[in-house]
T-cell receptor, first 115, second 116 residues
């Protein structure tokens, strides 16, 4: 398996534009997580899905953020409109529930810069 | 809900020496798991070591070991014989949840510098 695949690796966009981050989890994994990493706040869990269903989106900062998982092999995180304070590295991770945290596989992250 | 706190933003160590990274946590769950993850400059998150809360014995993985103090809710990572390749950001994390679903909560991270 190629691991968790995120795209793009880097994204630079202008304030007000829509940004879509993409994630392909490991085949067979049933949980998917979106994290945001910044120097000030560290790694924050934004939202996670179990069997394609959103379980907890309490970490999504505001209505400008939305996430979908239309099937077991694909998820998106969308920011509309983007703001400079959204600049961060966004990670996607997937796991098998039975591995209880130790089985998380992270993607390489998307570094988002909003100017 | 759980919280994880790493009080050391930065640490440094000489090559071949030992360093300990601190972590405290809080959770209302009785069944939980604790982890240390390493993030080198490549950004990749790498699992270093895992501790099941129900186990009294401290986990060990080669040069990496933990000191798990359940009553004090403390979970420190000891790196022995430090190597240049150990330089990275280290995250302590807690997982609560059954086999249905759960989530990892991370601390703020500690940047470890290894001096030759």
């Amino acid at each position: 398996d190629a691991g968790v695949i995120q795209s793009p690796r880097h994204e630079v966009t202008e304030m007000g534009q829509e940004v879509t981050l993409r994630c392909k989890p490991i085949s067979g994994h049933n949980s998917l997580f979106w994290y945001r990493q910044t120097m000030m706040r560290g790694l924050e869990l934004l939202i996670y899905f179990n069997n394609n269903v959103p379980i907890d989106d309490s970490g999504m900062p505001e209505d400008r953020f939305s996430a979908k998982m239309p099937n077991a092999s694909f998820s998106t995180l969308k920011i509309q409109p983007s703001e400079p304070r959204d600049s961060a590295v966004y990670f996607c991770a997937s796991s098998l529930n039975r591995d209880r945290g130790g089985g998380y596989t992270f993607g390489s992250g998307t570094r988002l810069t909003v100017v | 809900a759980q919280t994880v706190t790493q009080s050391q933003p930065e640490m440094s160590v000489q090559e071949a020496e030992t360093v300990t990274l601190s972590c405290t946590y809080d959770t209302s769950e009785s069944d939980y798991y604790l982890f240390w993850y390493k993030q080198p400059p490549s950004r990749q998150m790498i699992l270093v070591i895992r501790q099941e809360a129900y186990k009294q014995q401290n986990a060990t993985e080669n040069r990496f070991s933990v000191n798990f103090q359940k009553a004090a809710k403390s979970f420190s990572l000891k790196i022995s014989d430090s190597q240049l390749g150990d330089a990275a950001m280290y995250f302590c994390a807690a997982y609560a949840g059954g086999t249905s679903y759960g989530k990892l909560t991370f601390g703020q991270g500690t940047i470890l510098t290894v001096h030759p």
